[in-house]
């Protein structure tokens, strides 16, 4: 998986949990991307980072907020987990804007 | 709103056969990307196509672009049973970031 770690793989939560999902990389790319997938959705980007403590909104941002302190790693946060949120989260590296995205192993999260 | 579609989004067929998925976008892009994505897995891409009338090929698949029909095709040829998954296409909305927008994904099933 290129160098990319997800954690936790799985996760289960109750509604109005904080939740954190880590992604760390080695391979330096400046590029880290946060996307969830859900059943007839395909892949949805959530939020993106182009550089430490450099990010922006995706198509579904709201209720999710990232950080990234260092090259390595990119978190997301769900303030207050909700059912729908419930989803397969993908971590993706790219090390240049054009070129092909690298995906991690992916977190499966349930909010009940 | 971006819209990628693809067609067929199941499909059943024989090895040996000969297929092609489509993947249209609304509105004016020149990179597409298409991934496979085995079941409970992460997407694994498979080719990166970046100005109009890219071609490219791996083996038994290989994927075109054509940016003023905003129409990419990946073509099948001998289908064989590995090459069974869930394939994606994506699109790239933004400039100075990478902003993929995905299709819903085609579940392809090849039968011996």
């Known amino acids: 998986d290129a160098g990319i770690t997800q954690s936790p793989r799985h996760k289960v939560t109750e509604t109005g949990t904080p939740v954190t999902l880590r992604c760390h990389q080695t391979?330096?790319?400046?590029?880290m991307y946060w996307y969830r997938q859900d059943p007839g959705h395909g892949l949805r980007l959530i939020h993106y980072?182009?550089?430490?403590?450099?990010?922006d909104k995706g198509e579904v941002s709201d209720g999710y907020s990232v950080s990234r302190s260092k090259t390595e790693d990119f978190l997301l946060t769900l303030e207050s987990a909700t059912s729908s949120q419930t989803s397969v989260y993908f971590c993706?590296?790219?090390?240049?804007?054009?070129?092909?995205?690298?995906f991690g192993s992916g977190t499966q999260l349930s909010v009940l | 709103e971006l819209k990628v579609e693809q067609n067929p989004l199941f499909l059943s067929m024989q090895e040996g056969k000969n297929y092609t998925i489509y993947c249209n976008y609304s509105?004016?892009?020149?990179?597409l990307y298409w991934y496979r994505q085995d079941p409970g897995k992460s997407l694994e891409s498979l080719f990166v196509?970046?100005?109009?009338?890219a071609v490219k090929q791996e083996g038994r698949l290989m994927a075109s672009l054509d940016t003023k029909a905003r129409l990419s095709t990946l073509h099948i040829t001998a289908a064989v049973h590995d090459l069974s998954a869930t394939y994606f296409c994506?699109?790239?909305?933004?400039?100075?970031?990478?902003?993929?927008?995905f299709g819903q994904g085609t579940r392809l099933t090849i039968n011996p």
């Open positions: 993706a590296i790219s090390e240049r804007l054009g070129e092909k995205l690298f």
């Open positions: 994506a699109v790239d909305i933004a400039q100075g970031a990478q902003k993929l927008v």
């Open positions: 509105t004016t892009s020149d990179r």
């Open positions: 980072s182009y550089g430490v403590k450099d990010t």
């Open positions: 391979e330096n790319h400046r590029y």
């Open positions: 196509l970046l100005s109009n009338g």
